[in-house]
């Protein structure tokens, strides 16, 4: 048993095609999950418990909420048009030290509590309109 | 190399990827990444090496256990998902790319980890239910340059200087 | 060399992996019933049987509900007293219902009232006495219309007008006959009200705007919902100025006047048509806190949520549409969810 003979040990033109895949996709999910990057005003924050929505926050808005979840109790508060875990009784604390979030696709982890924070803009869109507005 | 002999430096080699993905853990990683669980991957040194010395089914059965024994020590099964899933999605890249024959050591390394942190990515949807951890994707594949790099070239170096062993004697 | 292109390629889709989804086609039909504009969109199933089949149902359900219509059950009941019609009756039941469980909030033997003040079909707007106001006042009341059976009497001078469930209930029809034939996929807009079949084609939940009514360019907000109605009942639909006072035609059966609950607007969201249509009158009604208790008393029954906006510019939403309703950063409203 020995090793391959034809082991390239030295980097080549090749493995740019390697970087080059790498740096395409780190691209493409930056484009993907932070379409616009910048802050706008209809921005809110969706609290996720399970992978299932629980609250979405408008970020417009001063908030203070409480969940529990899988036995731990975070605190999360909205203010000057960011989000952040406040206070958080899970062991590792990794979702308060993220700190504040304030732009489309960022987003705070607690994976204790299984809860994320994600920032998305504004509803793109709708299939319908309920409401008559004022009649003419 | 007989088969004991075989056994015995894949344990070895085990006991060095673990030793790796302990020491890894005091990387504070977690200060542009919050993901608990996510990895740089040093441990792929080992993975690397034994891949291209041992062949792909002694590197699986070096990577099996790191991930088992991993999980044990930490006391942790969430974390058996992250290692499992980047470890392989490594191991699985590696093998393609280095079936490819055109790619050097550095390139194979930097595919593989790459495909790590797509795996513990990956992990990380799956143990949260939501698409959240999809933002850290981009910074991760830019670690993954640097950390790939790095493996590659300490399995360059290593396999340099052991050009100069009988290897048909280990 | 193509040996060795093909791991490489597959190594590049394991990284990227991803799925695209095609919409399906739809086909949709306006359809003009209870005053308003109806538009049926069905994504699946036999479309152009459900539609055929729909405008049908929608046709003859005018001519069953439409009180102003010579002929029509209603209009029978009102003229006559008394009517036999099964499905009149399992309407008026429903209605019974939600008048005793909503205290009267919702009340179909209102219309007299109404018609005092103006908001009858063809009369003239006016602030009515305090004398003919009781007198009309004392022919309300659900609870006096006896249904035996196919049978329907009312009481002595009592009129109906099922304007406050007719929507919601010819809703629920149309969906029967969509699932009837197949489609799993559909939305029915009654007129500002809207009735959701399963999801959308892409397997997404369908995304509904609710309009604030003091800016028709503007939303409260989006709501994602799958299989239900929306309904929204507003003071703005119809109203009149006297001496500076504004009138509106959400009445108030206990005092026979506007409503004074301090609610400009009220979507309810509900999986039965007839009850989200009352229910929005009955919530309007009501104002926040008796809704709130109201919904308490129908959480195993009928389960609801509602979205209103409020006299002071605040949008309130029960918690069960906290994670599914979009706030609109742009309304300028003060958003309240509600525990």
């Known amino acids: 048993m020995s090793m391959n003979r034809s082991v390239k040990l030295k980097p ?9 895949a790498v740096l395409l996709l780190a691209a493409l999910a930056l484009f993907r999950f932070f379409p616009g990057g910048a802050r706008d005003g209809a921005q809110s924050a969706v609290v996720s418990i399970d992978g299932k929505i629980v609250e979405r926050l408008p970020l417009f808005q001063r908030a203070q909420r409480s969940y529990t979840a899988n036995g731990y109790t975070l605190r999360v508060s909205v203010e000057d048009g960011g989000v952040r875990v406040a206070q958080s009784d899970c062991p590792t604390q990794d979702c308060v030290h993220t700190g504040v979030i304030s732009r489309r696709g960022q987003s705070i982890v607690c994976l204790p509590a299984r809860l994320t924070v994600t920032i998305e803009g504004a509803p793109d869109g709708y299939d319908l309109v309920v409401g008559q507005g004022v009649a003419e | 190399m007989t088969s004991t002999r075989r056994i015995a430096l894949c344990a070895v080699l085990a006991a060095l990827a673990l030793t790796f993905s302990y020491l890894e853990s005091f990387f504070p990683l977690a200060l542009f990444v919050p993901l608990p669980g996510v990895k740089l991957g040093l441990a792929n040194i080992v993975t690397v090496f034994a891949l291209y010395f041992l062949g792909a089914s002694s590197a699986l059965a070096i990577l099996l256990v790191r991930c088992l024994l991993g999980a044990l020590f930490a006391g942790n099964a969430s974390a058996l998902i992250f290692s499992l899933l980047g470890g392989f999605s490594a191991m699985l890249v590696m093998i393609l790319l280095r079936r490819c024959r055109i790619f050097s050591i550095f390139g194979v ?14 992990a990380a949807l799956l143990t949260l239910g939501n698409a959240a951890p999809l933002a850290y994707l981009p910074v991760l594949l830019l670690v993954s340059l640097l950390t790939g790099s790095l493996t590659g070239l300490i399995a360059a170096l290593l396999f340099r200087s052991m050009a100069h062993f009988p290897m048909d004697h280990i | 060399m193509i040996r060795r292109i093909i791991p490489l390629l597959m190594a590049c ?15 949709s039909k306006t359809v003009f019933a209870m005053d308003t504009i109806m538009t049926l969109t069905v994504y699946d199933g036999a479309r152009a049987d459900a539609l055929r089949a729909a405008e049908t149902e929608l046709t003859r359900l005018d001519a069953l509900l439409d009180r102003a219509a010579a002929g029509s059950a209603v209009y029978s009941l009102n003229a006559n007293g008394t009517v036999r019609s099964e499905e009149l009756s399992a309407l008026l039941s429903t209605a019974a219902e939600i008048a005793r469980e909503s205290d009267g909030a919702f009340d179909p033997t209102i219309a007299p009232v109404l018609a005092l003040w103006g908001f009858g079909s063809g009369n003239v707007y006016r602030v009515p006495g305090q004398e003919e106001l ?8 659900m609870e006096r219309v006896t249904i035996s059976g196919a049978e329907i009497t009312l009481p002595e001078h009592a009129q109906i007008d099922l304007g406050g469930i007719a929507k919601g209930y010819a809703g629920e029809r149309v969906r029967a006959i969509f699932a009837a034939h197949g489609v799993t996929s559909a939305t029915i807009d009654l007129g500002g009200d809207v009735c959701l079949l399963g999801n959308k084609p892409d397997g997404s939940p369908w995304r509904v705007a609710i309009r604030d009514p003091a800016d028709r360019e503007r939303y409260l907000g989006v709501l994602a919902a799958r299989d239900c109605f929306i309904v929204t009942s507003g003071v703005y639909e119809r109203f009149f100025m006297d001496n500076g006072v504004c009138y509106h035609h959400i009445i108030d059966p206990a005092t026979g006047c506007p409503a004074a609950s301090g609610l400009v607007s009220v979507s309810v969201v509900c999986a039965d048509g007839a009850w989200a249509d009352a229910l929005s009158t009955a919530v309007s009604v009501l104002g926040i806190q008796d809704a709130l208790a109201l919904r308490e008393r129908l959480r195993q029954s009928v389960p609801f949520e509602f979205i209103a906006l409020t006299s002071d510019g605040r949008v309130c939403y029960t918690d069960g549409v906290a994670g599914t309703f979009t706030p609109d950063g742009e309304s300028g409203y003060v958003y309240e969810p509600l525990c």
């Not at chain 2, 390394?109 to 990956?122: E, F, R, Y």
């Not at chain 3, 007198?135 to 309300?140: G, H, N, P, Q, R």
């Open chain 3, 13 to 27: 889709v394991l990284l990227t992996g991803c799925a695209q989804t095609d919409t399906d086609s739809s086909a």
């Open chain 2, 109 to 122: 390394s930097i595919g593989g980890a790459a495909a790590h942190n797509c795996g513990q990515i990956l």
């Open chain 3, 134 to 141: 009781a007198a009309a006042l004392d022919t309300v009341g």
């Open chain 1, 12 to 20: 080549n033109a090749a493995d740019l095609l390697i970087v080059a």
